[in-house]
Nanobody
Framework: QVQLVESGGGLVQAGGSLRLSCVVT????????MGWFRQAPGKEREFVAA????????FYGDFLKDRFTISRDNAKNTVYLQMNSLKPEDTAVYYC?????????????????WGQGPQVTVSS
């Protein structure tokens, strides 16, 4: 059974930073692309970032403007999302997602496995 367990969400002031982590079990993590999506209240889930199995290729949502960085540690079966210069509009539930493909990005259909999603709240 594939499990994705996220951690690192919480409350932060605007301009601050958070790092989300997602540990994956029951899946060939080192062969699979991983991604992050987010969903704000009343909005559709949107693509944030994705990383290929080897970390050689990364993709980011157009809105990010280099504020977020996705990375992975295949030895730890973990993918990270470093979020800097956070804004109130970044407030959302952030979902870790795993693909069955080596490279994947938006849309959601490219991903097969999903975590529960930690809440990230950015206060102004």
């Amino acid at each position: 059974q594939v499990q994705l367990v996220e951690s690192g969400g919480g409350l932060v002031q605007a301009g601050g930073s958070l790092r989300l982590s997602c540990v994956v079990t029951g899946h060939a993590f080192s062969d699979a692309a991983m991604g992050w999506f987010r969903q704000a209240p009343g909005k559709e889930r949107e693509f944030v970032a994705a990383i290929s199995w080897s970390s050689s290729t990364t993709f980011y949502g157009d809105f990010l403007k280099d504020r977020f960085t996705i990375s992975r540690d295949n030895a730890k079966n973990t993918v990270y999302l470093q979020m800097n210069s956070l804004k109130p509009e970044d407030t959302a539930v952030y979902y870790c997602a795993g693909s069955s493909s080596a490279v994947a990005a938006s849309p959601e259909s490219a991903f097969d496995y999903w975590g529960q999603g930690p809440q990230v709240t950015v206060s102004s």
